[in-house]
Structures are given as structure tokens and as C-alpha cells.
T-cell receptor, first 113, second 115 residues
Framework: AQSVSQHNHHVILSEAASLELGCNYS??????LFWYVQYPGQHLQLLLK??????LVKGIKGFEAEFIKSKFSFNLRKPSVQWSDTAEYFC???????????FGGGTRLMVKP | KAGVTQTPRYLIKTRGQQVTLSCSPI?????VSWYQQTPGQGLQFLFE???????NKGNFPGRFSGRQFSNSRSEMNVSTLELGDSALYLC??????????????FGSGTRLTVV
């Protein structure tokens, strides 16, 4: 069974700091990769997704992620965070056999103004 | 374009009761998946439906069931509720099955509290 690990459970940054959230998955076959964000009191929103092609994926709100197949990783980055980025971030994997997503445990990001 | 609609938003039930949650996918979407979100276990896949058929099922007891109607709307049912069933139940819709590149759109969820 596939699994997804997010090693940082809580991250606290000051505004303008750079962000990198780690995500590793265990499935060895073809995968689709996602990052979702959940702002306080809101529903899950898609930040970005990777299916094929350029391993550097750009998403909304200045976020990007890099797929490194040899490391089974899909880390999320943002060069300069804002207070409004305070949220919980989830990495997810789909093995393309169905629509089932396997989620990581989430990373709570707090950005101090 | 309306998003994924889940009703009700909040529910309080007593142990031993049963509950039915509803999900209306985005118009034109034919796949509906359900997830349970709890602080301890995170987001866990319950099941997915496509063309009124359950296509995948997660590791949950048989008390959790679901169905999909011809208009793609889906319901999930939990019988004999336990305190541990308290969670946010999320529904996600997608245009098709088996092609993850379409993406998944989530609803706001139904927060179930079992007392």
C-alpha cells in the first residue's frame, strides 16, 4: 500500500521568509502528486498538481513544487511567505488506478506578521 | 459553476444512532469520493463511486456505506455510531475515473459529532 510522509508537522516562519515543506511517498509506480491547502475554517483547495512532464510545477499564490523521482519526493516551496499563507498543507498521491488519494499527515504553517 | 455541495454542514448524533450525509458533485462530474478527517488519523479514504458503482473502498468497517444515484449525487451512511466516528467528512468530485490529472474538488464537509 502506498503511503505519504510529511516530516514537518508544525512550521513557524516570519513574513518574507522562504518556505519548503517536505513530502515523500512510498509507491513505486506511476503516480500523480498534489498539494492541497486548508485555510482555517475552509475546505481543501488545490495548490498544484503533477502528472508528467516538467518536474517543476508552479501553482497558485506563488507556490511551486519539484518532483524528484529518484527520491520519491514532491517538496513544496515558496520564496517569500505572507501572513495569509497560515494554513495546513497536505501532500497527496494518486496511483492513477482510480480516484483514491492517499494523504500525508499535514503540516501546519504559521506565519508571524 | 457551483462547487461540491455537502449537506448538512453540522450534525450531532448519539451513540448507536445512524446518520446519512449527502454530497452533490460539480455539474458534469461523475466520480465522487469520500474521506474522513480527524486530528488523530488525518485524511483517510472511505470509498469512491462512479456510475452508481463503488469502485474502491478504504479500510473502514462495514458500518460505513455509501451509494451514488443516477444524477451522480452521493450519500454515505454510518450505522451504529461510535464516539470515534466524530470527524469532518469530506466529499470530492472528479469528471472521470482513473485519470487523476483531472484533479479533485473538495466540498466544505460535514462535521459530525457523536455524543
Amino acid at each position: 500500500a502506498q503511503s505519504v510522509s510529511q516530516h514537518n508537522h508544525h512550521v513557524i516562519l516570519s513574513e518574507a521568509a522562504s518556505l519548503e515543506l517536505g513530502c515523500n511517498y512510498s509507491y513505486g509506480g506511476t503516480v500523480n502528486l498534489f498539494w492541497y491547502v486548508q485555510y482555517p475554517g475552509q475546505h481543501l483547495q488545490l495548490l498544484l498538481k503533477y502528472f508528467s512532464g516538467d518536474p517543476l510545477v508552479k501553482g497558485i499564490k506563488g507556490f511551486e513544487a519539484e518532483f524528484i523521482k529518484s527520491k520519491f519526493s514532491f517538496n513544496l516551496r515558496k520564496p517569500s511567505v505572507q501572513w495569509s499563507d497560515t494554513a495546513e498543507y497536505f501532500c497527496a498521491v494518486n496511483n492513477n488506478a482510480g480516484n483514491m488519494l492517499t494523504f500525508g499527515g499535514g503540516t501546519r504553517l504559521m506565519v508571524k506578521p | 459553476k457551483a462547487g461540491v455541495t455537502q449537506t448538512p454542514r453540522y450534525l450531532i448524533k448519539t451513540r448507536g444512532q445512524q446518520v446519512t450525509l449527502s454530497c452533490s458533485p460539480i455539474s458534469g462530474h461523475r466520480s465522487v469520493s469520500w474521506y474522513q478527517q480527524t486530528p488523530g488519523q488525518g485524511l483517510q479514504f472511505l470509498f469512491e463511486y462512479f456510475s452508481e458503482t463503488q469502485r474502491n473502498k478504504g479500510n473502514f468497517p462495514g458500518r460505513f456505506s455509501g451509494r451514488q444515484f443516477s444524477n451522480s449525487r452521493s450519500e454515505m451512511n454510518v450505522s451504529t455510531l461510535e464516539l470515534g466516528d466524530s470527524a469532518l467528512y469530506l466529499c470530492a468530485s472528479s469528471p472521470e475515473l482513473g485519470r487523476g490529472n483531472y484533479g479533485y474538488t473538495f466540498g466544505s464537509g460535514t462535521r459530525l459529532t457523536v455524543v
